[in-house]
């Protein structure tokens, strides 16, 4: 089996996680979970950076000890991946003694190249980028990326050879990696960094004695390592590098790092070159994606406009995020995040698009099927063939995925919603169809059933690397108990869906949501306020609430397990007494009539009656008994609710509900009656 070892960069600990940190860790996880779907051998690391001057600064600044701030930052990090379903194997600390002796080995072979020499060195330090900057490179003596003011620094350091690099690292850039493809993707950032390489590579600064917050540099007294050839070298130590056991070192490496552009310099330049005096290999693909910008300006803690969408999570659910995250930029470019932009995006694919989809087929195979998937597979139906289209969508979405087009596999998903849409307006199986016989109109529904429930299983496991969650929840809705991470290519073939299998009732699984009201409940002081709070401080006051704050929109159990209840959807509906007319338009009100009725045995209220609701016939049990008896009902016709979830009354399942009015003095049920002349199955409105 190929192996293949995905990294994010490890994050610094000197706040918390914001929406940059949030994209680079899901998109990663979203590549992971689809190679290990492809079936491949996948390793997956996070971490966190731990040492450096911005970690010691804090730390002054607290009055404690630089360790304290990183052991309270670390597990941040670490429960918000949980609680953002990121499936890593392993969460490296640069503080882990493992991590240490294998700092200590990569510097000792680089010693041993010869590529390590002590010299005093004047720079511009940004802080924040822990990196010098020449003074060509400032903006009006500012740090390119933060756009702070810089420090000039001067002290002794150790320094790397990097100047003897320049000509294998032009070499690495001209070959194409194991895949075929350019050791940096996208190729136009590959352009950058050879141009930065040709314009000629000065020897590296790799040690420092300004600051103490380090790993004691090895055999220099006083110095400890610069913080950037500390936090790379995570990407072996984590696989045992330097260690007795490198066995995950010989499988995993060479790895494909996942990063932001802003340090795509230090990933594939000091990295690769770092690597080569040491004698290892150089990693298999650096994939740097943009930024997620404010104010035309990349969010960044330094700058403190960062977007933490705190609100958002909890009124909308993680995989709501994941998926805006991973659809809405454009991967590898930037874009700029707004709540507008997500609201928009979060009613057209998961309300509109994923939720309303699977209601509508999964209420009317219910409705047809007595609560079953259909009782056939499709046959060849002129109007559209599935297995072509779907093994079509399939193969684009791979090859997406493959070339890294993360906003394409999400195009896939709403493509092949969309087709499943239409399919059911051309199709319509709800409508009567008076010159068919009966077993003719079963069979033409199953077969329109079966192909919309099969694509929507198929457009679940297309989204689960995306949005795992909330693809086993469509799973399961369509009668599936699967875990997002036992899914394979098998999955994706088409004709797998279960016949005549349970399909349980559900709440909407993305309710609509109304930006107006959103927007109106959060309020200004709500919305600066969330600007101040991280996701987790969010979190905390809503769990301490008693709701979760991950999984509000997907009910039941959504998040494979993990035992979430339908959370409160306090942006979703009014929480007044009053109702829209689109809660109205819910409740499907219809006139049926009563071909057969008898009182149910051993129960004084309550009536079976065998209801005909236009084409169908149905069981529906009331509390009438004491005000009718079955000769009274039969024949008649009166109002039922019709799209409610079945309930067993007296062991007989009953699906749905006569209406009637109260009488204010007996308690008594009177029916609503009907022109007889209105005929069974009319909508009432
Ligand atoms: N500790 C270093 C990385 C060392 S890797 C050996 C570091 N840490 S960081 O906490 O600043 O996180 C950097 C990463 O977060 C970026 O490379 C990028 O992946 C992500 N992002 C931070 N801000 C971002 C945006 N505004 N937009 C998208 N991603 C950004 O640098």
């Known amino acids: 089996m190929a192996a293949r070892y995905f990294t994010t960069p490890i994050y610094y600990v000197n706040d918390r996680p914001h929406i940059g940190h949030l994209y680079t860790t899901v998109v990663t996880d979203t590549l992971a979970r689809y190679f290990r779907l492809a079936g491949e051998d996948v390793r997956f690391l996070t971490g966190t950076d731990e040492h450096g001057q911005n970690i010691e600064k804090v730390a002054k600044k607290e009055g404690v000890a630089p360790i304290v701030v990183a052991d309270r930052h670390a597990p941040t990090f670490r429960n918000l991946w949980k609680e953002f379903g990121i499936a890593n194997d392993d969460f490296i600390r640069t503080t882990e003694p493992r991590h240490r ?31 010098f900057y020449p003074e060509k490179d400032l903006l009006e003596g500012k740090c390119p990326v933060h756009g702070t003011m810089l420090e000039l620094q001067k002290e002794e350091n150790v320094f790397f050879r990097l100047s003897r690099y ?57 110095h400890v390592v610069y913080v950037w050839l500390d936090a790379l070298v995570n990407y072996i130590t984590a696989l045992g590098f330097g260690s007795p056991d490198e066995s995950l070192y010989e499988r995993y490496w060479p790895g494909i790092h996942v990063i932001g552009k802003d340090i795509l310099r230090f990933h594939a330049v000091y990295w690769p070159a770092f690597l080569m005096s040491a004698g290892l290999s150089v990693p298999r693909q650096v994939v740097s994606h943009g930024w997620w910008l404010r104010d035309a300006r990349k969010m960044s803690k330094s700058t403190g406009n960062v977007v933490k969408p705190d609100d958002l999570v909890a009124a909308f659910g993680v995989d709501a995020l994941r998926w805006h995250l991973v659809s809405a930029m454009s991967f590898g470019q930037d874009a700029s995040f707004s709540d507008e932009d997500f609201l928009a995006g979060y009613n057209a694919d998961l309300a509109n698009g994923l939720g309303n989809t699977v209601s509508r087929a999964v209420k009317m195979s219910r409705d047809f099927f007595d609560g079953n998937t259909p009782p056939k597979t499709s046959t060849k139906n002129n109007s559209f063939e599935w297995p072509e289209t779907a093994a079509a969508s399939v193969s684009r979405w791979r090859a997406a995925f493959e070339g890294y087009r993360l906003q394409e596999t999400a195009g896939e998903i709403r493509a092949l919603l969309g087709a499943i849409d239409s399919y059911i307006t051309t199709n319509e199986p709800w409508r009567a169809r008076p010159n068919y016989s009966f077993e003719e109109i079963s069979d033409f529904r199953s077969h329109v059933l079966f192909d919309c429930l099969e694509a929507l299983r198929v457009v679940a496991c297309l989204l689960a690397p995306i949005a795992p969650r909330a693809a086993v929840e469509v799973l399961r809705r369509l009668g599936i108990d699967r875990r997002a991470e036992d899914l394979r ?38 919305a600066g306020a969330s600007k101040e709070s991280s996701v987790i401080e969010e979190k905390e006051k809503i769990s301490s609430k008693g709701e979760l704050a991950g999984s509000a929109p997907v009910s039941g159990a959504a998040s494979g397990g993990e035992g979430d209840a339908p959370s409160k959807q306090v942006f979703l509906s009014s929480s007044e007494s009053k109702i829209s007319i689109d809660d109205f338009m819910k409740i499907d009100l219809r006139v049926g009539e009563v071909i057969a009725a008898e009182k149910v045995e051993k129960s004084k209220k309550l009536m079976k009656m065998t209801v005909k609701l236009g084409e169908e016939v149905r069981t529906i049990v009331g509390g009438i008994a004491t005000a009718y008896t079955a000769e009274q009902l039969v024949g008649k016709k009166f109002v039922f609710v019709a799209n409610l979830a079945p309930a067993k009354l007296m062991g007989i399942e009953s699906n749905g509900m006569v209406l009637a009015a109260t009488l204010p003095d007996t308690f008594e049920a009177s029916l609503l009656t009907v022109d007889p002349a209105v005929p069974s199955g009319a909508k009432v409105k």
Do not use: M
């Open 101 to 131: 002796v294998g700092v200590e080995e990569i510097i000792r072979l680089i010693d041993a190249a010869g590529d390590l020499y002590t010299a005093s060195h004047e720079g511009w330090y940004c802080a924040p980028c822990e990196a």
């Open 489 to 526: 290519t098998s999955d994706l073939a088409w004709g797998q869906l279960p016949l005549n299998a349970p399909l349980p009732a559900a709440p909407p699984l993305f309710p609509r949501a109304d930006a107006k009201e959103y927007f109106a409940s959060r309020g200004a002081g709500a």
């Open 166 to 222: 320049s000509g294998r690292l032009l070499e690495l850039y001209r070959e194409k990696g194991v895949d075929g493809q350019p050791f940096v993707y996208p190729e136009s950032r590959l352009n950058e960094v050879r141009s930065f390489v040709e314009s000629g590579l000065k020897d590296l600064s790799v040690s420092r004695t300004s600051i103490k917050w380090g790993i004691p540099f090895p055999g220099r007294p006083g």
